[in-house]
């Protein structure tokens, strides 16, 4: 297996500097032409500051704003950031050793940097929390999800632990609160078609070969709404929300299904309920059978009149058992 290159610049913020490759063939004379054209949304301006600051570098350190362009080469440098609206809520360590890390997350915040969210992201500001610089993510939760999240330590055993998700043998459960409808058969398990093609927001179900598979269970319900366990055997994206929103049950809180509504990102009132509950597997290092829980309660079970309007209720209670465990501009793309 090769080795990863190592970067030329250190981490900024717990994110690893971009690299950018520089093409065998091309017509550019300079480092800096090339730049100004791969590079579309930042302008030339930009681009001359970082050079003259020294902030963009290849293997043998800063790059001169007349360098010329190097076929096969590559060079890295920090994307300028975001802005960012602040994400109020902990991330709460279930349980930590040398190779792994699980937390349970908060509804509102991305597992991973992407898009406008950066620096207020599960692994961004885990690392920086933790200090654990090589920290990764084994899998993904959508950023209105709360619950689980396993994350690597060690980056030797990174490969172990993500093909774990990647071949499907963890077992997952999730919880989810929606209306409760006494004409619905449960248990069940509901099968479909879904896609999700690039820049558009919603997956959707279309006629053809199933590929996303969710068996959904009633576990009580009261006041007209429904307590569920999802199990997704499959793991397309919105998977279970699609399946829910299917069945006549959508999630409450899901602003994409059965309608797209536009929730300003500094919105923090009626969370998603939806809640991934469990992990459970065969240790790949150990071999010793593993299995973690969420911490957390979804709010419009336990305080239906709260959840519409209060989201502080998001967060665990304190002396629960996580926190017992706890340790204490445009983007370049």
Same mark, same amino acid.
Not at 216 to 226: Q, S
Not at 229 to 238: F, K, Q, V, W
């Given at each position: 297996m090769r080795r990863r290159q190592q970067p030329p610049l250190p981490k900024r913020h717990g994110l690893d500097p971009a690299r950018l490759r520089l093409p065998e063939q091309g017509h550019w004379t300079t480092i800096r032409d090339h730049l100004v054209e791969r590079l579309p949304r930042v302008s030339p301006a930009r681009i001359d500051e970082l050079l003259h600051a020294g902030g963009i570098v290849d293997l043998e350190?800063?790059?001169?704003?007349?360098?010329?362009?190097? &076929?096969?080469?590559?060079?890295?440098?920090?994307?300028?950031?975001?802005?960012?609206?602040?994400v109020p809520f902990d991330i709460p360590v279930v349980y930590r050793d040398d190779d792994i890390l699980v937390v349970d997350k908060p509804h509102f915040l991305a597992?991973?940097?992407?898009g406008q969210h950066i620096l207020q992201t599960a692994l961004v500001r885990l690392r920086r929390e933790l200090d654990l610089p090589d920290l990764i993510p084994a899998h993904r939760l959508d950023r209105v999800t709360a619950g689980l999240v396993l994350f690597v330590v060690n980056?030797?055993?990174r490969g172990a632990y993500q093909t774990m998700f990647h071949k499907r043998t963890v077992r997952k459960e999730y919880e989810a609160i929606a209306r409760f409808d006494p004409g619905l058969v449960l248990p069940r398990?509901?099968?479909?078609?879904?896609?999700?093609e690039k820049q558009v927001l919603a997956a959707q179900e279309v006629p053809g070969e199933p590929n996303a598979e969710t068996e959904?269970?009633?576990?009580?319900?009261?006041?007209?709404?429904?307590r569920y366990?999802?199990?997704?055997?499959?793991?397309?994206?919105?998977q279970l929300r699609l399946h829910m929103n299917s069945i006549g049950i959508p999630i409450l809180g899901d602003d994409f299904y059965p309608v797209l509504t536009?929730? &300003?990102?500094?919105?923090?009132?009626?969370p998603l309920q939806l809640l991934a509950a469990s992990l459970e597997f065969i240790d790949p290092v150990t071999r010793e059978p593993r299995r973690f829980e969420t911490t957390r309660t979804l709010q419009a079970w336990t305080d239906p009149h709260g959840w519409a309007g209060d989201a502080t209720a998001v967060?665990?209670?304190?002396?629960?058992?996580?926190?017992?465990?706890?340790?204490?501009?445009? &983007?370049?793309?």
């Open positions: 350190g800063p790059i001169a704003p007349d360098a010329p362009y190097v &076929p096969g080469g590559a060079v890295w440098f920090h994307r300028d950031l975001p802005e960012e609206t602040v597992t991973i940097p992407r980056p030797a055993r398990v509901v099968r479909s078609r879904i896609i999700k959904i269970e009633l576990l009580e319900h009261r006041d007209g709404l429904g366990r999802l199990r997704p055997h499959t793991g397309r994206t919105h536009d929730k &300003p990102v500094d919105d923090f009132t009626r967060r665990p209670p304190l002396g629960s058992t996580s926190e017992r465990h706890r340790d204490t501009r445009q &983007p370049f793309s």
